[in-house]
């Protein structure tokens, strides 16, 4: 049987059980729990049946992910311990990022003797960071100021919030902050898992190599070259567990928290979801236009990399694919290597936007309305604060409690947060990869290096 007709089986399938569940919310069908969950299982065989027929990882990453939401909601007890399985795909991730950084970064530099490229790709990189995040950050305080999400906030969820813990965050002086850029010891660094550090160490080690005699250059380069290229084959490797880390990923986190955590702050992560919608359709679209990206492809090659951050919630799990990614898109792997790591802690236009937003929410649900020069000065306070932490667990939620109690506003609103933080951080780290992944071919087009007119034919997933 061919794809269309499983693909149509499948669509079929899904109509049905929305159809039976719509009927049976509003009361106008009484159907048994039993009889819901034997259908929704039965459309998930046919959406099975269609990735099998279709044999592309990214469908069954995002057929996983549907798999894994249903397994959570039906057996939550099961689900919470199926974390092993996703902390295990992240691990794996996480022993590719170091060497493949260095290799490409090397080879990057030392390899094509330009060191003035180098830096023109460095001031570029950070202006156009700096201008997309801006605009994420007037996004992000105009969409919070609009819905006022945090005004009404039921204030007996406050005692709740309190039996949450966060640990207290160490306060950063701007020297720390400048400090954590360059690398200590760069055994540390990688295994803190620090992308900035890796990055900057590589490139002084590129420039090292570069200035050296042929034959001290060429052995190293060559092996630098081999590194790169195993490591990109180490990725394939470990992608194909990917549709098995993501399950398990989105299975702990339904069954963990389950759907009511939500409730009253529908509003909030509906407020954060739609200035995402619109931060992409205002600043991306229009840049993706400018540069003259074909769009199109340009989402269907990203798409892997983008549901896997989306799923385990982790910018680096999804750099290994972003990479290959933008390549097969044209753009030159010197400028993938030092753009897009870079971007990993200059460009998290999603984690800016949700900063804002989160910033002014826990002022409206305490009740302490902040002026628009307030607002401005906390968030740029946390875009500070926030460099250099990626590693962190719900880092950006550490970063928030340490802001919010050095400008005198109390802390149980991010507590609040915490309940739904999992279903922010997927839609907030998902646009981190995009991001960055757009940022690439910025920087490419804007040096010349790719005429997107000219692509090859794309390959199959």
């Known amino acids: 049987m061919n794809k269309k007709l499983a693909a149509l089986y499948a669509l079929i399938a899904v109509a049905i059980v929305s159809f039976t569940h719509t009927l049976n919310h509003y009361g106008w069908l009484e159907v048994p729990a039993l009889v819901l969950m034997i259908l929704r299982w039965l459309a998930i065989a046919t959406i099975v049946w269609f990735a099998i027929r279709r044999k592309s990882l990214t469908t069954w990453i995002l057929v996983s992910m549907i798999v894994g939401a249903e397994v959570g909601h039906d057996w939550p007890a099961v689900a919470v311990n199926f974390q092993v399985l996703s902390k295990i795909f992240l691990q794996m991730i996480k022993t590719i990022i170091a060497p493949l950084l260095f290799g490409t970064l090397v080879v990057g530099i030392a390899g094509h003797s330009d060191i003035r490229q180098v830096g023109r790709m460095g001031w570029k990189s950070l202006l156009y960071f700096e201008i997309v995040t801006t605009f994420?950050?007037?996004?992000?305080?105009?969409?919070?100021?609009?819905?006022?999400?945090?005004?009404?906030?039921?204030?007996?969820?406050?005692?709740?919030?309190?039996?949450?813990?966060?640990?207290?965050?160490?306060?950063?002086?701007?020297?720390?902050?400048?400090?954590?850029?360059?690398?200590?010891?760069?055994?540390?660094?990688?295994?803190?898992?620090?992308?900035?550090?890796?990055?900057?160490?590589?490139?002084?080690?590129?420039i090292s190599l570069l200035m050296v005699k042929e034959k001290f250059r060429g052995p190293m380069l060559a092996f630098c070259e081999s590194l790169s290229e195993v490591?990109?084959?180490?990725?394939?490797?470990?992608?194909?567990?990917?549709?098995?880390?993501?399950?398990?990923?989105?299975?702990?986190?339904?069954?963990?928290?389950?759907?009511?955590?939500?409730?009253?702050?529908?509003?909030?992560?509906?407020?954060?979801?739609?200035?995402?919608?619109?931060?992409?359709?205002?600043?991306?679209?229009?840049?993706?236009?400018?540069?003259?990206?074909?769009?199109?492809?340009?989402?269907?090659?990203?798409?892997?990399?983008?549901?896997?951050?989306?799923?385990?919630?982790?910018?680096?799990?999804?750099?290994?694919?972003?990479?290959?990614?933008?390549?097969?898109?044209?753009?030159?792997?010197?400028?993938?290597?030092?753009?897009?790591?870079?971007?990993?802690?200059?460009?998290?236009?999603?984690?800016?936007?949700?900063?804002?937003?989160a910033s002014v929410f826990v002022s409206q649900a305490a009740g302490h309305p902040l002026t628009w020069e307030q607002q401005i000065l906390m968030v740029f306070t946390l875009m500070l604060t926030s460099k250099g932490v990626a590693g962190v667990p719900r880092a950006t939620l550490v970063i928030i409690l340490g802001t919010v109690h050095s400008f005198g506003l109390p802390t149980w609103p991010v507590f609040l947060i915490l309940g739904i933080d999992e279903l922010m951080d997927m839609a907030r780290t998902s646009v981190n990869v995009i991001g960055n992944c757009l940022a690439t071919a910025v920087i490419a087009r804007w040096e010349k290096e790719v005429d997107f007119s000219k692509l090859p034919p794309e390959t199959k997933a």
């Open 136 to 206: 994420a950050l007037v996004i992000g305080l105009a969409a919070i100021n609009i819905s006022q999400a945090g005004a009404g906030i039921d204030e007996s969820l406050r005692k709740n919030a309190m039996h949450e813990h966060i640990e207290e965050p160490k306060q950063q002086t701007w020297q720390d902050i400048v400090l954590h850029v360059f690398p200590e010891n760069i055994a540390k660094s990688i295994y803190h898992g620090d992308i900035l550090p890796i990055v900057i160490f590589s490139v002084f080690f590129g």
């Open 231 to 357: 490591m990109f084959k180490f990725t394939n490797l470990v992608m194909y567990y990917a549709p098995i880390g993501v399950g398990a990923a989105i299975a702990f986190t339904v069954g963990h928290g389950g759907l009511s955590v939500l409730g009253s702050l529908l509003h909030l992560l509906a407020t954060l979801y739609v200035a995402l919608i619109v931060f992409i359709l205002v600043v991306f679209v229009p840049v993706a236009l400018i540069i003259r990206l074909p769009i199109r492809r340009f989402i269907r090659e990203i798409s892997e990399p983008v549901s896997i951050a989306f799923a385990t919630t982790s910018s680096e799990s999804a750099l290994p694919k972003a990479m290959e990614a933008m390549e097969r898109m044209g753009v030159p792997r010197k400028v993938i290597a030092f753009v897009m790591p870079t971007g990993y802690s200059f460009n998290l236009d999603g984690s800016t936007l949700y900063l804002a937003l």
